[in-house]
């Protein structure tokens, strides 16, 4: 018998309606490097502790047992955490469920990305399994990314160019902060930027939450956007026209604090 991969995930959503097409069974992966300050998931933030290890099979036999409701569209996601810190994992239960005839899909900000080895062959190897990236474009601008992630972007951005190389489809995704991306010049270099792409199916803006505060006060964590409220309607809205939200194959707004 071929062994299964083990994963360490911080908690699964049998119905998530707003991480890929249709009704999806997500797995919420432990570890993540970033720091955004919008955040509504520190609790995933630690590398090798927390959550709850699991084997790629254990995670498949659950995910199965919602399939019913999963319809044409529905499958698989997995998210973060980051889970590109995991390729082993994530590759051996995406293998699997493809020969169930399964949808998969991740949804990543792209920060582990690199074409360096041995990263980049076990990153192409996953990439045979998956069928659509979520990505998260957190901010354009190298220095705001650093200020918003304590990251830069610049390998973030060679992941979208690669995955455009191989016309893998992706979903662009962009949290909304008043004060950190919500201004009118980073939005039209993000649109320059998404229009060098030939892969994007769909550009969402995900209008920024505080949900997440009480997670940060029950860490003992600073949270960093006191003060700083959601976005108005109107800036959603001219958000969505600059990255011409409609001219893709569709578009949904939701709010979103990850």
Same mark, same amino acid.
């Given at each position: 018998?071929?062994?299964?991969?083990?994963?360490?995930?911080?908690?699964?959503?049998?119905?998530?309606?707003?991480?890929?097409?249709?009704?999806?069974?997500?797995?919420?992966?432990?570890?993540?490097?970033?720091?955004?300050?919008?955040?509504?998931?520190?609790?995933?933030?630690?590398? *090798?502790?927390?959550?709850?290890?699991?084997?790629?099979? %254990?995670?498949?036999? &659950?995910?199965?047992? #919602?399939? !019913?409701?999963? @319809?044409?569209?529905?499958?698989?996601?997995?998210?973060?955490?980051?889970?590109?810190?995991?390729?082993?994992?994530?590759?051996?239960?995406?293998?699997?469920?493809?020969?169930?005839?399964?949808?998969?899909?991740?949804?990543?900000?792209?920060?582990?990305?690199?074409?360096?080895?041995?990263?980049?062959?076990?990153?192409?190897?996953?990439?045979?399994?998956?069928?659509?990236?979520?990505?998260?474009?957190?901010?354009?601008?190298?220095? *705001?990314?650093?200020?918003?992630?304590?990251?830069?972007? %610049?390998?973030?951005? &060679?992941?979208?160019? #690669?995955? !455009?190389?191989? @016309?893998?489809?992706?979903?662009?995704?962009?949290?909304?902060?008043?004060?950190?991306?919500?201004?009118?010049?980073?939005?039209?270099?993000?649109?320059?930027?998404?229009?060098?792409?030939?892969?994007?199916?769909?550009?969402?803006?995900?209008?920024?939450?505080?949900?997440?505060?009480?997670?940060?006060?029950?860490?003992?964590?600073?949270?960093?956007?006191?003060?700083?409220?959601?976005?108005?309607?109107?800036?959603?809205?001219?958000?969505?026209?600059?990255?011409?939200?409609?001219?893709?194959?569709?578009?949904?707004?939701?709010?979103?604090?990850?």
């Amino acid at each position: 018998m071929a062994e299964t991969a083990v994963g360490r995930i911080h908690s699964t959503e049998s119905f998530g309606t707003v991480d890929g097409p249709g009704v999806r069974f997500i797995v919420f992966t432990q570890g993540c490097r970033m720091r955004c300050q919008f955040c509504h998931n520190p609790d995933t933030w630690k590398i *090798g502790v927390g959550g709850r290890e699991v084997t790629a099979d %254990e995670v498949l036999a &659950e995910a199965i047992r #919602y399939r !019913s409701y999963w @319809g044409e569209k529905g499958g698989i996601t997995v998210s973060g955490g980051e889970p590109l810190l995991q390729l082993g994992f994530l590759t051996d239960l995406f293998k699997k469920a493809k020969a169930e005839g399964i949808h998969t899909t991740i949804d990543t900000c792209g920060k582990p990305f690199t074409r360096e080895e041995p990263f980049f062959s076990e990153f192409q190897e996953l990439m045979k399994y998956t069928d659509l990236l979520l990505f998260d474009i957190k901010h354009i601008d190298p220095e *705001g990314h650093k200020l918003l992630t304590k990251n830069t972007n %610049e390998n973030i951005l &060679e992941m979208a160019k #690669y995955l !455009s190389e191989i @016309g893998k489809p992706v979903w662009i995704r962009h949290v909304l902060v008043p004060e950190r991306t919500d201004y009118d010049e980073y939005l039209i270099r993000l649109n320059a930027f998404i229009e060098t792409l030939t892969n994007v199916d769909k550009v969402e803006i995900l209008p920024y939450h505080k949900m997440g505060i009480y997670k940060w006060d029950e860490l003992g964590l600073d949270y960093p956007l006191l003060g700083i409220d959601p976005p108005t309607q109107e800036r959603v809205k001219n958000a969505q026209d600059i990255l011409h939200i409609n001219d893709y194959q569709g578009y949904a707004t939701q709010t979103y604090g990850k």
